[in-house]
């Protein structure tokens, strides 16, 4: 966690990013700065929708390929493997909602209930973590796919059967 600065020094900070920005510098974040971020519960749930608008899709062998390789900590990815946003955008999403989940329990913000709350997503991610079962986890995935697509009205088109067309064939 990064040290809490004061209100003077949060003040000066973003008087010296004015100043950099007026005198047309480029402002970018420092890579290894560790940035603490205020997060409203209800944010993360809008992640773990994001998350699994994301992976109901694509096709579900893809989706659990790009799972197993977050799952394995990208050990078994060429170094030279193509670019690939699935399994950029679903890690990306992973990552933030493990750490919110972290983060929530570390703080003292969880909660429980006997009240049934779909947690598939938390459970997948549990999931992931604790168990090198590929079975295992394609069932979590299964399971947190399922109850995603009993929320959403209609039917989700998968990107494969997209129709792809070019800006002029309107």
Same mark, same amino acid.
């Given at each position: ?7 003077k020094?949060?003040? +000066? ?10 005198? %047309? ?31 109901s ?17 990208f050990k ?8 690939? $946003? ?9 990552? =933030?909602?493990?750490?919110?989940n ?9 909660? +429980?209930?006997e ?6 997503? +938390? ?8 168990? +090198? ?19 959403? $009205?209609?039917?989700?088109? =998968?990107?494969?059967? =997209?129709?792809?067309?070019?800006? %002029?064939?309107?």
């Amino acid at each position: 966690m990064a040290k809490s600065l004061t209100l003077k020094q949060k003040k +000066a900070n973003l008087e010296l990013t004015k100043e950099h920005l007026k005198n %047309n510098k480029v402002v970018t974040i420092n890579r290894d700065a560790v940035i603490d971020l205020p997060v409203v519960g209800h944010f993360r749930d809008y992640l773990s929708e994001t998350l699994n608008y994301i992976m109901s899709s694509h096709d579900q062998k893809k989706v659990l390929e790009v799972v197993n390789h977050i799952q394995n900590k990208f050990k078994d990815l060429a170094e030279d493997a193509p670019y690939d $946003p699935l399994l950029n955008s679903v890690w990306t999403l992973m990552t =933030l909602i493990n750490e919110i989940n972290h983060q929530a329990a570390e703080q003292g913000h969880t909660i +429980a209930t006997e009240e049934k709350i779909d947690e598939s997503v +938390a459970d997948m991610l549990n999931q992931m973590q604790n168990s +090198a079962d590929p079975a295992a986890l394609e069932k979590a995935y299964m399971k947190n796919i399922n109850n995603y697509k009993e929320q959403i $009205p209609g039917d989700i088109i =998968l990107n494969d059967e =997209l129709e792809t067309k070019t800006p %002029n064939e309107d």
